[in-house]
């Protein structure tokens, strides 16, 4: 058959069954995204005939004839489509995954269309944005410009587009599987259909015998090495409780065997030619029976090597301690307040599933393009589990499709390197949505018990938190973020006399791991609901009870252990301003009425939280910085780019500390291969570690530009021949321009192409002919400091329908000096938009077997630009003594505060607390059974 | 998504070539087909190669093919007398998928999907529509699409029989109509969705879908009263449980937004509204 695709024929002779998607990116039309594969996202929209359509749903067989447009089809780099520009220059997106299928389906509204809020709302509900919270896309239809680029040598503070931006709305952006890779196989895995489970016999001669299969991997062939999907800087921050493939199946979906084989379809048939023999085993499905004796055991054939901290009680990590008397403290308390909350599984819903892609490069290294936070722990890990050397392994990727925590697991890469290393061939393994629901790990759910106890004056003595974690079959993350959940969540507020006892317990379901926050949202919906209540019990204004309580510089910050964390300071302090901001912005309101009617009641809300800003126990860094002819400058940097905006900002700090502009910055990135080193992009690190590092190597290239500069136009016109290359180090950094300055007569400054000498600019390329210039530094993460975050709400509630309609919503924050205004806005309204998911709709559920009854978009509801309303962000004014031009990570920390003080506002209009999230409409009017009874006597 | 257990896919062009082997499936709009994985099904039926017309008004009514996609459906409510249009109008809006879903997904595919959130079967409930069913070795029988849905993925069609058309009858076609719906969000899938028409005779009709595995339908002879419609509500004893709503919510919702529908209903007629349907 012969149809167009952005105007050229293609000739193609699609197999049964296929859709459009595929099709498309078989002939390698990459801006057609997979997102869901089930016409729920968005993420493929093409014009079909001019009118828009999931290409993931239209039968291939169909297409003779006809014509498609992809975004690169719309327009080009060069020569963008109108709503792509304007995409850019509202800065329209973070990860960039929705982009191209959001300007593609954008691109059909008429201008009644697009000046209808409500109407883009409703246009768009087949487009999902896991990262903006959609404002700025709104901003992009619209035509509202949020970005520019800056002036040179001025860039930091200013809003300057992302630098793939005009690839990323063109579609041309590469994200992990969109190159070509010749002769590839395809992996794809049969799941455990139970919870518990050893596999006693598999045969696999069927399948192997089947066409197209090149092999069949079962437990026989894994590595014995126990490893942790989970991964950190130290590798034994995580158990080691994990196996490539394991004879005992510990959760619904997990790995039975995999083949690999020609084509996805043809290892997909091949599995269910598996012949699998399983003794069935009792299974613990409820983390609050997990620990009671007599429980099946998750863990229990490990020994005290792979570090779980009790196996014979499905324990992976507790911790119990004191500060002062609590007991004692609460018995002599004017008001105590109790309560016990409920979070539940969240999925990360990146809309890049996970994939690898990986080869065999000339040498015979195992290469592996991934979709990772990670790709330097990943290699490291990799080559621990196969036993290679490290430096026969090289992992990098591409622009990422969302991450959020998620992406700092290994969940593909262990098995595409041993298909590659068996069959010698390219490989790759994609998941599937119905795989991310299923398999990928979710947000811990927790069970946490707060109580308070406080005197008349409403200064807290008593603190005492309980938290149960379901880490679910396999403990990655789970010890980490048991012990950050009750961290800054606690250390926030000081009190005298505070316990803590948490435990995280293995159950035989899905794994849970990293998730933004790292478990501080969970214990904060507890901790700030609970503190409401005491504002409620005490009568006093509840940001004035946080104004009594909170940490203020100078005080330790304690959970129990009073010697907890010395590295971690107060670089900078913002709390009270965020307060006041948040505070004076909902008396201030923002014009939204409420609406009318009898059953519907207005309530105001507030919670907060701080954050460290980096993750403890060293966080690494090993960056570059080196003049290119011509005046650009390239960076090699370990941080992976995945919506985090981390690339903008380091282009920022580079092209300010070398006077010149963002679009002369060429950031090469996230490849084992370029940068030297980096822990990966988690923990909120990638601007104050590897930014910080490149802020400094850039410095010292600066520096010894124009010590040359200064050379040359010393010794008269040109250079001479015989210079050494002149290296400079980052850690001898430092006011090197005025030490430049010093040396000579004239005014040395770094600029645009090169450094001007007095009114000389000597350009890049006469630095160069006396030898490469080029600084590298390194950056450990050994201090830390903290950022804030107060969130607020105005709501009316519908007792009736248990409708929770959002009239204003404001979030201050303190992220020290804000680099890029109009991304740290993005990130605070995406974190937003990700905790009212949390807060209102989202929950992985399982039946009673532990199968995950969720496994789609349709069941499992990612906020649309419908449910989320504006965000007003607020900035506080400080700058760190720590972060690079006094700046503070701001990516996990919105997130934090957002459920609590939504459940505060509901709390307030209904006069019942709600203790357990989703809030979804029917649990809201199952809360407002109360208000329904008597209407008229329910005035708040 | 690629389905791939299919091996053969086939395009009949006449009625006597449309009998599905064992393994194969009739292909619609695809929109559900291709959304999840169809474990089994070795073959695929399309229906396009038919040239159904979408839309036929005819002496009898309106008649809507099964490949009747929901924008060409959505297209033609301005023809539509406004009460009508204005419930086509709902109903479109009433499906999960956006309007780039719309432009593929057939009325026939949504009423034989029969989940209990499919608005088309909502539809056809309310006006009192027909199912003509093609039956194998060329005959056909009509059912009320009402009573063409049995349960959740569950269908009074035979092996062999194709869903030809909906056939709405001329007399419904003056009626006046009402719709509610609510989800657990704004727009999402629904949880309860009441659709009603009164004729000009009194003659009252209420379905109530998305909170019931499968339609209901509520007869009155003349308007309601609240108490009576509330009681008929009440006395549905089969309120679904999924993510998309607890059944007691979706009870109490559904006897709130019949009672809007009835006093819609009984009101005096509204000017008309503007269709809704349709998207970009």
């Given at each position: 058959m012969r149809f167009h695709v952005d105007g050229e024929p293609v000739e193609a002779a699609p197999r049964p069954g296929q859709v459009l998607r595929t099709l498309l990116r078989e002939h390698g039309h990459h801006a057609v995204k997979k997102g869901c594969d089930a016409g729920d996202c968005g993420a493929c929209t093409v014009l079909l005939d001019g009118a828009a359509v999931h290409a993931c749903l239209v039968p291939a067989h169909r297409l003779d004839g006809r014509s498609v447009t992809t975004a690169a089809g719309l327009g080009t780099p060069d020569a963008l489509h109108p709503l792509q520009r304007a995409f850019v220059d509202a800065g329209a997106f973070q990860c960039g995954f929705c982009t191209a299928g959001m300007v593609v389906t954008a691109s059909t509204f008429t201008d009644e269309e697009r000046a209808d809020p409500e109407a883009l709302a409703r246009l768009l509900k087949g487009n999902l944005c896991r990262c903006t919270g959609y404002r700025s896309i709104r901003d992009g239809i619209c035509g509202v410009v949020n970005t520019g680029p800056a002036p040179a040598g001025d860039a930091a503070g200013r809003s300057v587009p992302a630098p793939a931006a005009v690839r990323v709305v063109t579609g041309t952006e590469p994200y992990t599987l969109d190159v070509r890779t010749p002769d590839l196989a395809h992996v794809a895995v049969l799941g455990s259909p139970h919870a518990h489970a050893r596999i006693t016999a598999i045969d696999t001669r069927a399948a192997e015998a089947m066409p197209g299969v090149r092999a069949v991997l079962t437990h026989h062939d894994s590595p014995a090495t126990l490893f942790s999907t989970g991964r950190h800087e130290s590798r034994t921050d995580d158990p080691d409780d994990t196996r490539v493939l394991d004879p005992v199946l510990r959760f619904r979906g997990q790995r039975v065997a995999a083949v690999v084989a020609d084509s996805l379809a043809e290892a997909e048939r091949a599995l269910d030619a598996l012949l699998v023999d399983y003794e069935v085993l009792p299974a613990v499905l409820d983390p609050e029976l997990a620990d009671l004796p007599g429980a099946p055991l998750v863990h229990g054939d490990k020994g005290p090597e792979s570090r779980i901290a009790a196996p014979e009680r499905n324990t992976v990590a507790e911790m119990h301690g004191e500060l002062g008397d609590v007991d004692a403290a609460l018995a002599a308390a004017d008001v105590v307040v109790t309560g016990t909350w409920r979070t539940p599984r969240v999925n990360h819903a990146a809309l890049e599933t996970h994939a690898t892609r990986g080869w065999l490069d000339a040498d015979g290294r195992l290469v592996l393009r991934t979709s990772s936070q990670v790709p330097f722990l990943v290699r490291d890990e990799i080559a621990h589990v196969l036993g290679l050397d490290r430096e026969r392994v090289r992992v990098f990727t591409g622009r990422i499709g969302g991450g959020f925590g998620g992406k700092q697991e290994m969940l593909t890469e262990d098995l595409v390197a041993l298909a590659v290393l068996r069959i010698g061939r390219p490989v790759q393994y994609e998941m599937t949505r119905e795989d991310e629901f299923r398999v990928a790990p979710t947000r811990h759910p927790m069970r946490v018990t707060v109580t308070l106890g406080a005197t008349r004056d409403g200064v807290l003595t008593a603190m005492a938190v309980d938290e149960l974690a379901d880490t679910g079959a396999y403990g990655n993350h789970g010890v980490g973020v048991m012990f950050h959940s009750v961290n800054e969540s606690t250390s926030v507020y000081r009190c005298p006399n505070k316990r803590v006892d948490a435990r995280s317990v293995y159950t035989h379901t899905l794994p849970s791991g990293a998730f933004r926050g790292y478990g501080l949202g969970q214990v904060a919906f507890a901790v700030e609901s609970a503190l409401d209540e005491l504002a409620r019990e005490l009568g006093i204004d509840p940001f004035d009870l946080r104004r009594r309580n909170v940490v203020v510089p100078g005080d330790p910050l304690v959970v129990t252990d009073p010697a907890g964390h010395p590295e971690l300071l107060y670089g900078s302090y913002g709390l009270d301003q965020c307060l006041d901001l948040a505070q004076d912005a909902l008396a201030r309101g923002d014009g939204v009425a409420a609406p009318t009617g009898p059953t519907w009641r207005t309530g105001t809300g507030m919670a907060l939280a701080m954050i460290a800003t980096l993750p403890p126990r060293g966080h690494h860094a090993e960056v570059a910085a080196r003049l290119l002819p011509g005046g650009d400058v390239e960076v090699d940097v370990g941080t992976a780019e995945f919506g985090n905006g981390t690339t903008t900002v380091h282009a920022q700090l580079v092209a300010t500390a070398l006077g010149t502009r963002t679009d002369r910055v060429r950031v090469r990135q996230s490849d084992t291969d370029t940068a030297r080193y980096d822990t990966g992009a988690y923990g909120s690190a990638g601007v104050v570690v590897a930014g910080r590092a490149l802020h400094v190597a850039a410095l010292a290239l600066a520096a010894a530009m124009e010590r040359r500069a200064v050379a040359l136009v010393g010794a008269g016109q040109g250079a001479s021949s015989g210079a050494s290359p002149l290296v400079a180090h980052g850690g001898a950094a430092g006011p090197t321009t005025d030490a430049a300055r010093d040396e000579d007569a004239h005014d040395v400054r770094v600029v645009d192409g090169g450094v001007l000498v007095g009114d000389r600019l000597v350009t890049a390329d006469e630095l160069l002919a006396a030898g490469p210039l080029e600084a590298d530094a390194s950056e450990h993460g050994a201090l830390r400091s903290v950022a804030f975050n107060v969130h607020a709400f105005r709501v009316a509630v519908d007792t009736a329908t248990g409708e929770v309609r959002v009239l204003q919503s404001v979030q201050a924050v303190d992220?020290?000096?804000?680099?890029n205004p109009e991304q740290l806005r993005g990130q605070v309204e995406g974190g937003t938009a990700q905790a009212l998911g949390t807060a209102l709709h989202e929950e992985v559920r399982l039946d009673a077997e532990g199968r995950v009854t969720t496994a789609a978009f349709r069941s499992y509801h990612v906020p649309q630009m419908s449910d989320v309303p504006v965000t007003e962000v607020l900035f506080a004014r400080t700058h760190d003594d720590l972060g690079p031009l006094g700046a503070k990570s701001m990516s996990e920390a919105p997130y934090n505060p957002v459920a609590p003080a939504l459940a505060n506002a509901v709390r307030d209009a209904l006069g019942v607390r709600p203790h357990a999230l989703p809030m979804t409409r029917d649990r809201v009017w199952r809360l407002a059974a109360g208000c329904r009874v008597a209407p008229s006597d329910a005035a708040p | 998504m690629d389905l791939t257990s299919v091996r053969t896919v086939r395009v009949p062009h006449r009625r006597d070539e449309l009998g599905c082997a064992p393994g194969e499936v009739l292909l619609g709009g695809g929109t559900w087909l291709f959304s999840e994985p169809q474990p089994g099904v070795t073959g695929l039926v399309d229906l396009a190669g038919l040239g159904w017309p979408p839309l036929t008004v005819t002496g009898a009514g309106l008649s809507i093919a099964g490949t009747c996609t929901l924008a060409e459906l959505g297209a033609a409510t301005p023809g539509l007398p406004a009460p009508v249009a204005a419930l086509v109008g709902a109903c479109c809006d009433a499906l999960l998928g956006s309007f780039t879903v719309r432009h593929a997904a057939t009325v026939g595919g949504n009423v034989c999907l029969a989940l209990p959130a499919g608005p088309m079967i909502a539809l056809a409930a309310t006006l009192d529509a027909d199912a003509l069913v093609w039956t194998p070795g060329g005959g056909e029988r009509t059912e009320p699409v009402a009573d063409l849905v049995l349960g959740v993925r569950r269908t009074a069609l035979r092996p062999g029989e194709v869903l030809r058309s909906v056939e709405v009858p001329r007399a419904v076609l003056d009626a006046r109509t009402a719709a509610r719906r609510i989800a657990l969000s704004p727009l999402g899938r629904s949880g309860a969705f009441v659709t009603g028409r009164v004729d000009a005779t009194g003659r009252t009709v209420v379905v109530v879908t998305a909170s019931t595995p499968r339609p209901h339908v509520l007869r009155f002879d003349a308007p309601p009263g609240p108490g009576e419609l509330a009681g008929a509500v009440h006395a549905i004893d089969d309120w679904y449980d999924d993510p998309h709503g607890a059944p007691d919510w979706r009870h109490a919702m559904t006897v709130l937004l019949a009672e809007e529908v009835r006093a819609e209903l009984a009101a005096a007629p509204p000017p008309a509204p503007a269709g809704r349907g349709g998207g970009a």
């Open positions: 992220a020290g000096t804000v680099l | -």
